[in-house]
């Protein structure tokens, strides 16, 4: 597996935002799909959102008008943009890497806590 390494998450409010990144190692070639799976207590793990190399993005219904997918295929980096947070969003955060070759690469997991 290639090395993926997420940063961002953290204890934020009720409606506020949170930037999650998440960069791949090695070559951009063969990167398809990167995306965003998350796991709340007690819960399984949801594919939340993903982006193809194009840019085309698909979201959960629970996120939509939301959350924001990026990428930037120069530096293997996907981007969570996170705004008017709610509880429900609690999770950790994996992202994941699809590489033609190399099959799923996945991050580390980063804790997002919505609360007051």
């Known amino acids: 597996q290639v090395p993926v390494v997420e940063s961002g998450g953290g204890l934020v409010q009720p409606g506020g935002s949170l930037r999650l990144s998440c960069a791949a190692s090695g070559s951009t070639f063969g990167i398809t799909f990167m995306g965003w799976y998350r796991q709340a207590p007690g819960k399984e793990r949801e594919l939340v959102a993903r982006?193809?190399?194009?840019?085309?993005?698909n979201y959960v219904d629970s996120i939509k008008d939301r959350f924001t997918n990026s990428r930037d295929n120069a530096k293997n980096t996907v981007y969570l943009q996170m705004n008017s947070l709610k509880p429900e969003d609690t999770a950790v955060y994996y992202c994941?890497?699809?590489?033609?070759?190399?099959?799923?690469?996945w991050g580390q997991g980063t804790q997002v806590t919505v609360s007051s």
């Open positions: 994941y890497v699809d590489r033609l070759v190399a099959g799923r690469s």
């Open positions: 982006i193809t190399r194009d840019g085309i993005t």
